[in-house]
């Protein structure tokens, strides 16, 4: 066991997954030489040589159909988008290509790659820097949809996704990169070596895809959140001592509905939290299948908790995002209701 | 039939990273004055060459030769240097006050200065640039206040862009500069577009795009050229080769092609390659091309060769990736150096001069900034009204975005 931040434990992932299967390769803008302006890839080209971790052209769509065509060979590539918001000129060979290969050639040909992308805001990157498109994966079938929420995850999910024989869209919650921001953004963050989610094993493992996890038990009221909306959640029931059940999604699709099901029937109250936009985002899915699977149990409307439907500001951030004091305005909501 | 071998997949590397010593020796520059200047209805496949060398106007010793000289009198130049030496002085106060926290993201243009100061000289009021972040020289050498500037890198209460946007995506549309997306690419087909719609329109204006050596890789660089290329639209394609793209050298975009340059040819466009730190150069060459696009001849491709001397932007240190020398290794100099230089050749500007005019630079520079420090800063002072966070999403704010602004407490 070791302490790792999610950035190391991404990075250990990609090197135990290199070192066990000669297939997986990697790369990406930046993340041959340097590393990644993240760092999640450093030292896996000096270990492994040029022609498994490589610098790519800037060009997304390149990147994502390269590593299609690398994948229909047989290869394992796990490919690095530098920005989620940088993944629009590949949204053409994702949603076409990738995500429907197998069905369209009836399995003759497969499509088994990981495409990585930093996700969220909150560290002032403006309107390019900062997006959750997570809906505008889960609408497309045939993708399947990973965001972890701390270091152990960020591991065995990844190993869990280069695993699977289908594309996996791996989210990464840069603002959780180095510890659990909890939304208080004029605190500091606990980095992940003084908490117990940095606790990695060096071994591989993994963490299957598809299974939710409880963040935090209770009774009063289900939170259903991902990524850093996970922590935020935690930091606002400990603040206005709600004894809410937080649920860590972990992946979106394919969605842990029993777990989902299970909470609310217990709870009879949920709230569905994420960064990205409230309209057509992820939260109407949940809100519509909580709806559907527990009517009968809830007593009072599903509130969602969302960014606002503008372009992520620059300055008015953390107007933007949905911080401690929304949630905490939604439990009142939920629980008088 | 040989037996057929493994194959090896080919990744360029750049010859020199940290700890190596830059070695420029490759670099073929051909002596200033040598490469000549075509007509501007040359016809494109005669003037193929112009790809594969580098045009040049000033010496070693400081004179400007050869057929693209003597466009600029000793005004425009001393103009000229004043611009590049404003701008590397705003560049180095607003990463100064990035650094103490003032804003969170700055790009600078140190190194480069002479490609976006020059060739706005080039252009007439009512063109268009679609820029990148890095030509921040457009707005300085077109007299946009840099108090305007500094406003919205501070995201402060006078930010014409009220805080939405990151630092250096200005947008001024009086001042021909298209807001700048930060997404790579994007906007180097929306200049043709734009160029387009002047002779759909009949009109008179022409228009500037700018990509970076890194970004010629993307997707809609193509889609530029072939729009550009098939309607002939009035625009000048600019690529700013300055050798690295954050951590990639500029072989990674480049690949087998000699040039970007040579990249026009495959479209037809006529191409040329400037000595990107020589402000005469770029100057001369820029005027050539909006000849071109004014008389209705169509695209010209520049390919700007010049050196990022500082990192990609303040979120990266370069010297992880590349020689801390390379940059006083650079074979083609300092642009202001040389600008400097040459008027005082010609017997236009003293050093006694430089050093008065640089104390001015120092002195405006610092009243813009205490007059945009005055409205605020992204730690302290006024901001722009989270309320207005919710403005020009559309031109009327649907229902559902006014009840979120209540929502918000706004």
Redesign the interface.
């Known amino acids: 066991m070791a302490r790792m931040t999610m950035i190391e434990a991404i990075r250990n992932a990609h090197d135990l997954a290199m070192e066990r299967d000669k297939r997986v390769v990697v790369f990406g ?2 993340v ?3 590393g990644g ?1 993240f760092r999640c890839t450093a030292g896996l080209q000096k270990k492994y040589g ?2 498994r971790c ?9 990147i994502v159909g390269a590593g299609i065509g690398m994948a229909a060979y047989g290869l394992k590539p796990v490919v690095e988008i530098q920005f989620a ?2 993944m ?2 590949a949204y053409d060979q994702i949603v076409s290509e990738a995500a429907r290969l197998r069905h369209r050639s009836a399995g003759d040909f497969t499509c088994s790659m990981v495409i990585r992308m930093p996700t969220g805001g909150g560290i ?6 900062s997006q959750s498109p997570e809906a505008l994966f889960t609408h497309v079938s045939g993708l399947k949809v990973v965001m972890p929420a701390n270091p152990r995850d960020a591991k065995g999910l990844l190993l869990a996704a280069i695993e699977d024989p289908d594309p996996v869209i791996f989210l990464e919650p840069k603002r959780l990169y180095n510890g659990p921001f909890d939304g208080h953004h004029d605190r500091p963050v606990v980095p992940w070596k003084n908490h117990e989610l940095g606790d990695v094993s060096e071994d591989y493992y993994t963490v299957p895809l598809g299974k939710a996890e409880i963040a935090r038990a209770g009774e009063a009221v289900t939170v259903l959140a991902y990524g850093t909306m996970v922590y935020v959640a935690q930091a606002a029931a400990e603040e206005a001592g709600v004894d809410a059940e937080i649920i860590d999604l972990r992946t979106l699709l394919p969605l842990d509905l029993d777990a989902i099901e299970q909470s609310v029937r217990k709870t009879g109250r949920c709230i569905v939290i994420h960064e990205a936009t ?2 057509s985002g992820f939260g109407a899915e949940l809100s519509a299948l909580v709806q559907e699977r527990c009517f009968y149990h809830l007593e009072a409307p599903i509130v969602r908790v969302t960014g ?4 992520y ?4 951030e953390w ?2 995002f949905p911080g401690p004091e929304r949630i905490k305005q939604a439990f009142t909501q939920v629980l008088e209701g | 039939m040989t037996e057929p071998r493994p194959l ?2 080919h ?1 360029p ?1 750049p010859g020199c ?1 940290p700890g190596d010593t830059p070695d420029f020796s490759d670099f073929e520059i051909p002596r200033a004055g040598a490469v000549r200047r075509p007509e501007v209805d040359e016809a494109p496949e005669d003037m193929r060459d112009m790809a594969f060398s580098v045009v040049r106007v000033l010496n070693k010793a400081g004179e400007a030769v050869g057929p693209w000289a003597g466009i600029l009198d000793a005004e425009a130049l001393r103009n000229g240097l004043r611009h590049m030496m404003t701008l590397r002085q705003f560049d180095e106060r607003m990463l100064k006050a990035q650094r103490q926290g003032k804003t ?2 700055y790009v600078q243009n140190l190194g480069e200065e002479a490609v976006a100061c020059a060739f706005r000289m080039a252009l007439e009021d009512g063109d268009m640039n679609f820029p990148t972040y890095r030509q921040a020289g457009l707005l300085i050498a077109g007299g946009y206040p840099m108090t305007q500037m500094m406003n919205q890198i501070y ?1 402060n209460s006078a ?1 014409p862009l ?6 250096v ?1 200005y947008s001024a549309r009086d001042h021909g500069f298209f807001s700048v ?5 994007t906007q180097f087909i929306q200049a043709v577009g734009w160029a387009m719609a002047s002779a759909i329109s009949h009109d008179t204006r022409i228009a500037a795009a700018w990509i970076g050596d ?2 010629t ?4 660089f193509h889609a530029a050229m072939v729009f550009a290329s098939t309607y002939k639209a009035p625009v000048i394609l600019n690529i700013v080769n300055n050798q690295w ?4 050298f500029q072989g ?2 480049r ?1 087998g092609a000699v040039t970007f340059a040579a990249r026009g040819h495959g479209f037809g466009i006529p191409a040329i390659c400037v000595d990107g730190n020589d402000y005469l150069a770029v100057h001369a060459v820029a005027k050539w091309a909006a000849e071109r696009a004014r008389s209705g001849l169509g695209p010209s491709l520049i390919e700007h060769v010049t050196y990022r001397a500082g990192g990609h932007s303040t ?2 240190d370069p010297s ?2 590349r020689s801390k020398d390379e940059f006083s290794a650079w074979p083609l100099g300092d642009p202001i150096d040389r600008l400097k230089r040459h008027l005082i050749t010609i017997g236009e500007w003293s050093e006694d001069r430089h050093t008065q005019a640089q104390a001015e630079i120092v002195d405006t520079v610092r009243s813009a900034q205490r007059e945009a420090e005055a409205n605020g800063t ?1 730690i302290s002072g006024d ?2 009204s ?1 309320r ?3 403005d020009d ?1 559309f031109a009327e704010m649907p229902p ?2 006014r009840e ?2 209540q929502e ?1 407490g706004y």
């Open positions: 803008e930046d041959g030489y340097f302006v040029p022609h490589f610098d790519a052209p800037i060009n997304e769509s390149g918001d940088y629009y000129p002032f990157g403006g309107q390019t820097h409230k309209t606002w439907d503008t372009p500001p620059h300055a008015q107007t933007y | 090896a997949l990744v590397e990273r969170s993201f995201s930010d009220k805080g939405r946007q990151l630092p995506m997306s930060g997404n790579l690419g890194g970004s890789s993307e997707n809609d793209a954050i951590s990639t990674m975009a690949g979120s990266d992880a990736y992204l901001k722009p989270p207005s966070m919710f999403v559902h975005l979120q602004r918000a």
